[in-house]
């Protein structure tokens, strides 16, 4: 099974916007709209940030946005916090084979 | 509020079974529509998912860990299980449990358990 891509390390300042791209193929995120993303801060569990590509859990702040073209999904967050600063990962439902959960590597982002 | 929460040894020994239990509070395993998994996290791995059950018994797992995985539930005690066969070091990571986030069997996993360390090694 292929992981999802992720650029290893975005920054970006206070206040600021960011993206993060998560790039598979057809038979994941551009065939499904199942993408969800995940913040993970040392030493805690992942946090469900996003899911179904757009959707938000109830609890997570608005400035956490999600969207997809083609193969790529990208997770938004605008005015950046310090708070904000984590490992952020991508998932998808793969229809490769037997279905089944694949997930990125993860992008660590840093508040400067 | 719902919580899931992860428990067994941190040690296994290579070749035998590594077990796991997830016990969940706030909310009962067999409430229709619910689905609840198991995924691991390990530095040479990355984020990868093992294997889940739904609220009706069925079970779904990862095809690269299919043959060595088995997920079951105690529904009386409000408990599921993770049992992965034949370990190897390549198995050693931080265990999560989680609930799926909606009735939808692949829109990701909400919430989380705080993760086990388990060690394969003699």
């Known amino acids: 099974q292929s992981a999802l891509t992720q650029a290893a390390s975005v920054s970006g300042s206070l206040g600021q916007s960011i993206s993060i791209s998560c790039s598979g193929t057809?038979?994941?995120?551009?065939?499904?709209?199942?993408v969800s993303w995940y913040q993970q801060h040392p030493g805690k569990a992942p946090k469900l940030m996003i899911y179904e590509v757009t959707n938000r859990p109830s609890g997570v702040s608005g400035r956490f946005s999600g969207s997809k073209s083609g193969n790529t999904a990208s997770l938004t967050i605008s005015g950046l916090q310090a708070e904000d600063e984590a490992d952020y990962f991508c998932?998808?439902?793969?229809?490769?084979?037997?279905?089944?959960?694949?997930f990125g590597g993860g992008t660590r982002l840093t508040v400067l | 509020q719902l919580q899931v929460q992860e428990s067994g040894p941190g040690l296994a020994k290579p070749s035998e079974t590594l077990s796991l239990t997830c016990t969940v509070s706030g909310g009962s395993i067999n409430t229709r529509g619910f689905h609840w998994g198991w995924l691991r996290q390990s530095p040479g791995r990355g984020l990868e998912w093992i294997g889940s059950?739904?609220?009706?018994?069925?079970?779904h797992n990862n095809p690269s860990l299919n043959s060595r995985v088995t997920v079951s539930a105690d529904m009386s005690k409000n408990h599921f299980f993770l049992k992965l066969r034949s370990a190897t070091a390549a198995d050693t990571a931080t265990y999560f449990c989680?609930?799926?986030?909606?009735?939808?069997?692949?829109?990701?996993?909400?919430?989380w358990g705080q993760g086990t360390l388990v060690t394969v090694s003699s």
């Open positions: 998932s998808s439902y793969s229809s490769s084979g037997i279905p089944h959960v694949i």
């Open positions: 989680a609930r799926h986030a909606t009735s939808d069997f692949w829109s990701g996993f909400d919430p």
């Open positions: 059950i739904s609220y009706s018994g069925n079970t």
């Open positions: 057809s038979s994941d995120i551009g065939g499904h709209d199942y």
